[in-house]
């Protein structure tokens, strides 16, 4: 009889595919709730297209990666697998910002493509390089700080797992490294490709450290053509010595700016974006507060991704965040103050930690459906956390490199190994049980670490599980391998069977 059952519930899916023949019955409020949200993202689509329909027409058919954000929808969906009630909530309130803030922006980027015709809109434009906050730009109003690679790297692969094989080959295929990361193998992919807009007044590059990044920099820089800059900002940030030189490079960067763009630097503009910055941090580490509780609705997939997101597009420029936030904050108070459990199938809490497999952005919502393990936060939520001082614009400025040197990848991979490992006391403060450490495959520099972080598993109470990926290339370790890595620890390690068998084991491999 169970075996029938399971056979039953494997056909949920259309074949080859993570997607459900059939919506997600959550009872008659929760559903009609879902709907509505589904409905507001429709809305949210009308708008982008309504920037500039023609352009973003052609934009679809220029580039490739524009394709795979045709399948927002169901990243939507699967965003929202398990969640009930205040849970269902806040990731809807949040996953909806996301939406709005990066349709927005590859709105503004189709509208000055010089390739679709020279405007002025593209002048405003000045790209930043992976992982730089846009904090940066705080004091140029005028102008529109944009992430260079995200687009058409880390979002587009969220959407379609086989949307960066294709550059990576190409990167492969111009005699590169195979072996590089997989988040600077697919930029220059897609440099080489020629895939890039062709937006902007000028580009502030990163100084990530390492051979990888140092690479895509290069060729990202020959194929743009536009003047740019190195952010020279230090990498030991923990030393205070090197304040004097990161005030230096942030005086460095508004020079560039406004003799590339011909705006002047705007000090009390600057203000408004660096007293917005402090509030959404003030937000978070409230949300941190609710988060160590038992009665928290905020987890799952979309928490962590929303904590990168305004790291790399809001910056204290984007009021919706704060207001998202306000209202996050109202469910989350609400459902603690009833002493209400958001996630009642978790049997177990989880840090999430290292580079993730962004082919499967859905895998703690798959951890807390098939195993009952409720990811509280992931290491990109612990990065980018900094209140800038606001006694002085030198402060502020010295403030602002420490949020870029505590940034998504930077704080963890060049503060001093130390801070890869600090997963423990974090897992500590927010009542985990387990560490999920994601084995990014490329990544040199934390696999560096497997041995020591391995040592130190046999002295701790906290479980720690091992899950391979190769983070953007789905073709080397596929997502039914990491639920088989996944399955064989829980049931040879933790000794337990799963909530939902059926989950285990099934052909997503063609699926977004």
């Not at 405007?119 to 405003?124: E, G, Q, S, T």
């Not at 587009?156 to 086989?162: A, G, H, L, P, T």
């Not at 597009?313 to 998202?324: C, D, L, Q």
């Not at 080397?476 to 996944?486: F, L």
Request: hydrophobic content about 40%; some cysteine; charged content about 25%.
């Amino acid at each position: 009889m169970a075996d029938k059952k399971i056979m039953d519930e494997q056909n949920r899916f259309i074949e080859g595919t993570n997607i459900e023949k059939h919506r997600e019955w959550r009872g008659l409020k929760d559903t009609w709730y879902d709907y509505t949200q589904w409905i507001k993202l429709l809305v949210i689509v009308m708008k982008f297209v309504a920037i500039s329909p023609f352009r973003i027409a052609r934009g679809v058919l220029e580039y490739r990666w524009m394709g795979s954000y045709l399948a927002a929808f169901n990243m939507r969906d699967r965003c929202m697998e398990g969640l009930r009630g205040p849970a269902l909530q806040v990731a809807n309130e949040q996953l909806n910002t996301i939406m709005s803030a990066t349709t927005t922006q590859i709105g503004q980027m189709m509208k000055g493509d010089r390739r679709f015709g020279d405007n002025d809109f593209a002048k405003k434009i000045v790209l930043l390089e992976q992982t730089m906050p846009p904090e940066i730009m705080a004091g140029f109003p005028n102008l529109i700080p944009i992430p260079l690679e995200v687009y058409q790297g880390l979002l587009n692969c969220y959407m379609d797992q086989n949307a960066c094989p294709f550059y990576i080959d190409v990167m492969e295929n111009a005699g590169l490294p195979a072996d590089s990361c997989r988040l600077s193998a697919n930029a220059t992919g897609v440099a080489i490709n020629d895939d890039f807009p062709k937006i902007g007044a000028c580009v502030i590059e990163n100084n990530m450290p390492c051979d990888s990044s140092t690479m895509n920099s290069q060729v990202i820089d020959r194929r743009l053509g536009l003047p740019s800059l190195p952010a020279e900002v230090p990498m030991r940030w923990e030393d205070r010595n090197t304040d004097k030189y990161s005030l230096v490079q942030m005086k460095r960067i508004i020079k560039f700016v406004e003799d590339s763009t011909g705006e002047k630097f705007d000090e009390q503009a600057f203000w408004d974006v660096i007293n917005r910055h402090n509030k959404e941090v003030s937000n978070e580490m409230e949300k941190w507060e609710f988060m160590q509780t038992p009665y928290s609705p905020i987890g799952g997939t979309v928490g962590a991704l929303y904590h990168a997101t305004y790291f790399t597009f809001s910056g204290g420029r984007n009021p919706a965040f704060v207001k998202t936030d306000e209202k996050v904050l109202k469910i989350a108070k609400d459902c603690y103050e009833q002493k209400l459990n958001a996630f009642p199938k978790a049997r177990h809490r989880a840090i999430m930690w290292g580079g993730p497999a962004c082919y499967w952005p859905q895998f703690p919502n798959w951890l807390y459906n098939c195993w009952g393990i409720l990811v509280v936060a992931a290491m990109d939520s612990f990065s980018g956390n900094v209140t800038i001082p606001t006694t002085s614009l030198d402060d502020a400025l010295v403030g602002i490199a420490r949020n870029h040197e505590t940034g998504v990848m930077r704080r963890h991979l060049t503060g001093g190994w130390q801070h890869l490992v600090e997963f423990w006391g974090e897992a500590e403060k927010f009542s985990c049980d387990m560490v999920i450490l994601n084995n990014d495959i490329t990544c040199k520099g934390a696999l560096g670490l497997t041995g020591v972080i391995l040592d130190q598993a046999k002295d701790k109470k906290t479980r720690l599980m091992m899950v391979s990926n190769d983070m953007f290339n789905h073709v080397t370790i596929s997502r039914a391998d990491m639920r088989k890595e996944v399955n064989d620890y829980m049931r040879a390690v933790m000794q337990e069977e799963p909530l939902d068998a059926s989950l285990c084991d099934y052909d997503d491999y063609e699926g977004w």
